[in-house]
């Protein structure tokens, strides 16, 4: 992938005078990250090793990841799909294909 530009990152960022009230909320969220026991994050390790080895030189990391709304932990129809989804087929689909060629991206 390209590097990202400025220009790529949400307006809050790239146009400072645009929204200074949101921006001084959010850096405040965050302004005591370093005094926290651990930190959170919804990831694989494997999936991000190289920036989570970073970010673990800065504070205790914790991943977590993926994590389900307890809502829904019962709920077989949990998501918003345009189609049924069939795990069986998926699974037949996954066996045909060689280990660690396959990435799983969930937004």
């Not at 590097?3 to 969220?29: C, E, F, M, N």
């Not at 494997?46 to 993926?66: F, H, N, Q, R």
Request: aromatic share 12%; glycine share 2%.
């Amino acid at each position: 992938m390209p590097l990202l530009k400025l220009r790529d990152l949400p307006s809050l960022i790239y146009d400072k005078g645009a929204h200074t009230t949101l921006v001084d909320l959010l850096l405040d969220q965050f302004s005591t990250f370093q005094e926290a026991d651990w930190c959170l994050f919804n990831t694989f390790d494997e999936l991000e090793d190289e920036i989570l080895k970073w970010m673990a030189s800065k504070c205790p990391i914790l991943t977590i990841g993926p994590t389900i709304p307890p809502l829904h932990m019962d709920d077989n129809e949990y998501g918003i799909s345009l189609f049924k989804p069939n795990a069986e087929d998926y699974m037949k689909w996954l066996d045909t294909k060689e280990n660690s060629s396959v990435v799983y991206i969930s937004f």
